[in-house]
């Protein structure tokens, strides 16, 4: 089953109850905030309803491992090593478990890893948080380039 990266680019300020109560389940509490969801129909379904606050696309299994190492935190704030995975999980790199996650034979809290990555702001900035990317924006689905996306965000 393939994974969808999913980041929060626009504020909740004048959004419908709805919207805001479904980027709480998904754990996008905030602007700049991401997370790995599979795509199923009920996240799909999820996806759509908030797609004029969201990017999202597939997260190739390299930028996955980058995303880990840089981003990935574990309870009480602590990075994600090499070490924190052999001792919480049955992997033995990051790259075993980014490799895993992907396939779906794994998922991030396996590992102990929290949900959320907490990403800066684009470096080179953003095009339109008002638009969607086949408009000359930032929102909506972007495919395969949502890994330039995440890489100029860690």
């Known amino acids: 089953m393939a994974k969808l990266a999913v980041i929060r680019l626009r504020s909740g300020i004048k959004a419908k109850q709805g919207v805001k109560d479904t980027l709480k389940l998904m754990g996008l509490t905030r602007v700049n905030h991401g997370v790995i969801v599979e795509k199923t129909d ?3 379904g999820m996806i759509r309803k908030v797609k004029d606050y969201i990017t999202w696309g597939e997260v190739k ?3 996955l491992e980058a995303l880990l190492a840089k981003r990935g935190r574990l309870s009480g704030d602590k990075r994600v090593t090499e070490d924190a995975v052999r001792a919480t999980s049955n992997f033995q790199t990051l790259a075993e478990l980014a490799a895993a996650v992907e396939s779906g034979a794994a998922d991030l809290g396996d590992a102990g890893v929290k949900k959320v990555f907490r990403f800066h702001p684009p470096r080179g900035g953003f095009r339109s948080t ?4 086949k408009d000359m924006g930032d929102l909506g689905y972007r495919g395969e380039r949502i890994n330039e ?5 860690m």
């Not at 008002?130 to 990317?133: A, E, G, H, S």
């Not at 996306?149 to 965000?153: D, E, H, P, Q, T």
């Open 149 to 153: 996306l995440i890489i100029r965000m």
């Open 42 to 44: 009920s996240n799909m």
């Open 130 to 133: 008002k638009r969607p990317v």
């Open 61 to 63: 299994p390299e930028v």
